[in-house]
């Protein structure tokens, strides 16, 4: 096939970017429902936190339409959906109600508009108890929903003790709504002798698999979950789409029949976690030229109810605190508080969005008693060079490519210049402020959770040469199947358009690791490589010994397999090896190397390597209104040897809007009662097209090294870019010219920082 390019690292299109603009990709609400199926509604608390003393089910089991109602009586198994945690999470309210929205029974009806208004005629009788709303009142109260995670790191006391200098500050930042396109959904499909089909939306169909298993009382292997593509995920796919299809299962296997369970948006928003809330405080101690010795941190994660996904939330922002800088004495105390909201999960970034602002309040405050920019303070303290090189928790960072990052950064932008223009520009506006924020980012990469680190994959060659692919990851829209799907065509030397990409299934691969932490790319994407890889060397042999040559002489590229002057396209090899009697099917496996972590002593090596990026923001703000918008953005993202630049590129695009988004507009409100207020996009602002900079530069690090052994070289970059929208954040205090702000910087929020540096304002909302 002459004309044929190396298709690992080419710039293709995703592998469902027609059918998703047609609108011919299916959604799992898109899939043929199956005669007899049935819908199913959840029953939700109307209190954020009571004693449970009943459920009066008598209207809604009289009501048209409806089949069953399900409490916690009716469970074959446990009432636990905790995907690893004791005492763990019931899947209904047994007799305490603990957040507002909280599951009490569901409803299964003959349609979904009758199993909703089954739902509403479900009567609760409670007994209210005061509710704990807040971080700062569950720090009172001392209620961990963990041991803190303290990381300590030379002597922190006696280095603020000596420090010329010393200050001390506060902050906090919001949480985040998921708000995928495609909300939580299951079809459950019951088969013979009690087996059980879900199509599931989620990012771990394992995960759903266990704990479907776990509330039917049944083996694994009765239950097959699948998923060929979710609408958006973001994190909100992992737990929560989990306990979603443990729902429909026991319906399914309650009334025998198939199963709906589709949740509004307005439901959605109320029952499934978000990004954590935190809390900082801290004290910097520091010398004349902004080098800061010492520092001793709060980090205070809202968890709410129960502890779910939080333990390795809290991990990764306490690791990555520091983010870029060097400190040589630090102790950074990391706890998940219990609040009577809804429990709060993963998100993109995992912690690590959170963790990052550390470091950069300490930066700007300490640049502001010194009169130096943040920008100077931030690269005096820049891991490696004259400064430490490792973490607190002992793994290396390179100085080197930190700086290279942000030199190219500054560059891109333009950065004395534009500088230069936002002062011109606020000397001449009395009511507009132009502001300039960076951000440096060492982001790594890998599960906290050791044995999370692994994938399997399954490869088929059939006897025309055309390639079946299935691996554990999963496709949310980013683009993970294209990429896999490219390496296994890279290994067999054939055009992309002969692997056929499948959906992800348990009964294809089994326990598999949820597609999250940026690393469906470099597990799966190794794990198909060594399923496709030992074919490849199967078939070379085959080839080898029918023309007589040894089997490292035999090549694949270009659509064929050659040796010498020996050529066979590459169907005509398969079915030759049909013919011989080989094997064209195996499975792959990987697990990360390399990773070691003491979870007492908080040391070692969790991340395989670390992705490092910089980005510079420009703002505009009215401060007669507060409204701003980021007129230019500039980011330098490493993403090692990229098996995709189209797909990369559009990753970071998203991820940095999405970033944007949490620290800019985003804001979760929950009144007095408890009940959240903000549930859908009439009372929750996501960013619009309109939101994204006017001027909008990405650039992938050029020749960028790729020492850890990934796919192909490549870097993960599903996460780190989300964090690169910290620059906004720095640019609305420099445009404000204050030196704290917190999050989301709502314009209400920023007329009150405005407000506070002029004297004018004595509280922060």
Not at 676 to 692: E, M, N
Request: glycine share 10%; with cysteine.
């Amino acid at each position: 096939m002459p004309g044929l390019t190396r298709v690992a690292g080419a710039a293709l299109p995703h592998d469902s970017a027609l059918t998703h603009c047609t609108g011919d990709a299916r959604f799992i609400d898109d899939i043929a429902e199956p005669p007899g199926t049935l819908h199913a509604a959840l029953v939700l608390s109307e209190v954020a936190h009571a004693r449970l003393l009943g459920l009066d089910m008598t209207a809604t089991r009289g009501m048209a339409g409806v089949v069953a109602v399900l409490g916690p009586g009716d469970l074959p198994g446990e009432n636990n959906v905790s995907p690893a945690h004791k005492p763990g999470e019931p899947l209904f309210a047994a007799t305490e109600i603990l957040h507002w929205g909280q599951a009490l029974a569901l409803v299964v009806a003959t349609t979904r508009d009758a199993a909703i208004a089954g739902a509403k005629a479900v009567r609760a009788t409670v007994e209210p108890l005061a509710p704990v709303l807040s971080i700062e009142a569950a720090l009172a109260r001392g209620d961990l929903l963990m041991e803190p995670m303290v990381l300590r790191d030379g002597d922190v006391e006696a280095a603020l003790a000596a420090a010329p200098h010393r200050l001390e500050g506060a902050f906090r930042c919001g949480g985040q709504e998921h708000f995928y396109l495609e909300g939580q959904i299951c079809l459950a499909v019951p088969g013979e002798d009690g087996d059980l089909l879900l199509h599931a939306s989620t990012q771990h169909p394992t995960e759903v698999q266990h704990i479907a298993a776990r509330v039917l009382g049944c083996d694994c292997n009765r239950v097959t979950v699948q998923v060929r593509r979710m609408g958006g995920a973001f994190g909100g796919k992992e737990s929560n789409a989990s306990w979603v299809a443990a729902a429909a299962a026991l319906a399914a296997r309650h009334t025998g029949r198939p199963v709906k369970l589709r949740l509004s948006r307005r439901v959605d928003m109320a029952v499934t976690g978000k990004r954590h809330p935190f809390l900082f405080r801290w004290q910097a101690g520091f010398d004349a030229t902004g080098c800061i010795l010492a520092l001793d941190a709060l980090l205070a994660a809202d968890g709410g109810h129960v502890l779910d996904l939080s333990p390795g939330v809290i991990f990764r922002a306490v690791t990555h605190a520091l983010n870029a800088l060097a400190v040589p004495a630090v102790r950074i105390d990391g706890r998940v508080l219990r609040t009577n909201t809804v429990s709060n999960t993963a998100f993109r970034g995992f912690g690590g969005p959170q963790g990052v602002l550390l470091s950069e309040d300490v930066v700007r405050q300490v640049a502001g008693a010194l009169g130096m920019t943040p920008e100077a303070v931030r690269a005096r303290n820049f891991a490696g060079g004259g400064n430490g090189a490792t973490t607190p928790y002992g793994q290396a960072l390179d100085g080197a490519l930190i700086r290279r990052v942000w030199s190219e950064a500054e560059a891109l932008s333009g950065w004395a210049e534009r500088r230069a223009a936002a002062e011109r520009f606020n000397a001449s506006h009395p009511w507009k402020r132009r502001g300039l924020g960076s951000f440096v980012l060492a982001f790594g990469i890998s599960f906290g959770v050791q044995s999370m680190n692994q994938a399997g994959a399954l490869v088929h060659v059939y006897a025309d040469g055309s390639i079946r692919l299935n691996h554990g990851g999963t496709e949310m829209g980013q683009g993970l199947f294209v990429k896999v799907a490219q390496v296994v065509a890279e290994v067999f030397g054939v055009p992309l358009s002969r692997v056929r990409i499948t959906a992800t299934s348990t009964a294809e691969v089994p326990n598999t690791s949820p597609t999250a932490a940026s690393t469906g790319s470099d597990l799966n994407g190794w794990a198909a490589h060594h399923a496709a890889a030992a074919i490849r060397d199967r078939m070379a042999q085959a080839a080898a010994t029918h023309w007589g040559v040894d089997a490292s002489e035999v090549a694949f590229a270009e659509g064929e397999a050659r040796a010498g002057n020996h050529r066979l396209e590459f169907g005509e090899l398969a079915a030759f090896c049909h013919r011989q009697r080989v094997s064209l099917s195996t499975t792959g496996f990987y697990r990360t190397p390399g990773l070691h972590w003491d979870p007492v002593a908080l040391r070692g090596e969790p991340f395989f390597y670390f992705s490092y990026g910089a980005s510079i923001a420009e703002v505009e703000v009215d401060t007669l209104t507060g409204e701003h918008r980021c007129t230019g953005a500039w980011l330098v993202q490493d993403c090692g040897r990229s098996l995709n630049p189209a797909v990369d590129l559009g990753q970071i695009e998203g991820a940095f809007v999405q970033g944007m988004g949490w620290l800019t507009c985003e804001e979760l409100w929950w009144d007095a009662a408890g009940q959240l207020r903000t549930l859908g996009p009439s009372t929750y602002k996501i960013p619009g097209s309109r939101d994204v900079p006017e001027v909008f530069e990405v650039r992938l690090l050029a020749d960028a090294p790729a020492r850890a052994e990934t796919i192909f070289r490549s870097k993960a970059v599903g996460e780190p870019p989300l964090m690169l929208a910290t620059a906004v954040w720095n640019a609305l205090a420099d445009a404000v010219g204050t030196v704290t702000l917190d999050m989301p910087v709502t314009p209400e929020r920023l007329l009150l920082a405005w407000g506070e540096r002029d004297g004018i304002g004595e509280q922060r909302v």
